[in-house]
C-alpha cells in the first residue's frame, strides 16, 4: 500500500473529512441519523486513494464510520433529550433487540465480501427513501406502536442492517415509528438514541472481524481507522446542535422530503460503485 501521497494531496484529503463530518453533524441533528449514509462513500474514496486492499475497503469504511458515528450520535441525543421529544418508553423497549441485531450483523459482516454491504446499503437507503416520498397515510400502518414480538423482529433486524451498512438505525428507526403515527419530529429525536446503542458494539465488532488483515492503514485496529476518526469526529460533533436547529424549524413534510432525498442520494451513490465494479 502507497502512502507517500503529495502534501497538498493529503491536505485535500484532510480538508474532505473535515467538511465531511460537518456534513456528518447536520445530518446527524436534522435527520437522527449518525451520518454514516454520507460518511461511508467519502471513507471508501479516501481509502481507495491511499491504496487500501479492496477485499479490505469497504469493511473499513463501515466500520470506521460506525467508530465515529458513537460521540455524534451522543451529542444529537443530548439536544434532543434536553428538548423533552424523545420517548424514553419505545428507546428501553427496542434497545435490547436492536443490540442484538448489532450481534448477528457483526458475525455476518466478518464473512462476508464488501459489494454484499454495498448491496444491502442501495436496497434498503432505496426503500426508506420511496416510503418517505409517498408520505402522510398512505404507508401508515397503524395508530400505535405494536409490541412483541413484532418490536423484538424489528429491532433485531435494524440492528443487523445498520451494522452492515455502517449507520446508527436513525434511517430505519424513524421510519417505523412514523408508520406506526408518531410525528417526524419526535420520530427523529427518539431515533438519535439508537446511535449509541448500534455503533459502540458495532465498531468494537469490526475491531474483532478486521484483527490481523494485513495492510491496513496507519492508525487502524481491525476494520476500524481511528486516525480518520480523529480528523472527522470534532467537525461532525460540533456541528450536531446546528442539526437539531434547523430540524425544529422545518414542517413535517419539508423534512420528510429532504430526508428522502438525502437517502436515495446514497443509494445512487453505492449502486454507481457497484455497476462500476461488474463492468471492470
Known sequence: MDLNLPGSELAWLAATLLAGGFVTGILSGLFGVGGGGILVPILYGLFTAIGVDEASRMHLAV??????????????????????????????????????????????????????????????????????????????????????????????????????????????????????????????????????????????????????????PPGSLGYVSFLGAAIVTPASVLAAPLGVRIGHGISRRKLEIAFGVFLLSVAVRFLVDLLQGLSS
Open 63 to 216: 466500520g470506521t464510520s460506525l467508530a465515529i458515528i458513537v460521540p455524534t450520535s451522543f451529542r444529537s441525543f443530548r439536544s434532543h433529550h434536553k428538548r423533552g421529544v424523545v420517548d424514553m418508553q419505545i428507546l428501553r423497549s427496542l434497545g435490547p433487540p436492536v443490540a442484538a441485531g448489532v450481534v448477528l450483523g457483526i458475525v455476518v459482516a466478518a464473512f462476508v465480501e464488501g459489494s454484499f454491504l454495498k448491496i444491502v446499503y442501495v436496497v434498503t437507503a432505496s426503500v426508506m427513501a420511496l416510503k418517505l416520498f409517498a408520505g402522510g397515510s398512505r404507508l401508515q400502518l397503524g395508530a400505535t406502536m405494536p409490541g412483541n414480538p413484532v418490536n423484538a423482529a424489528v429491532g433485531a433486524t435494524i440492528g443487523a442492517i445498520s451494522t452492515l451498512i455502517g449507520i446508527g438505525g436513525g434511517v430505519f428507526i424513524s421510519s417505523y415509528m412514523t408508520m406506526f403515527g408518531r410525528f417526524i419530529h419526535q420520530a427523529v429525536a427518539t431515533s438519535s438514541g439508537f446511535g449509541p446503542i448500534i455503533a459502540i458494539p458495532a465498531t468494537l465488532g469490526y475491531i474483532w472481524a478486521g484483527w490481523g488483515t494485513p495492510d491496513l
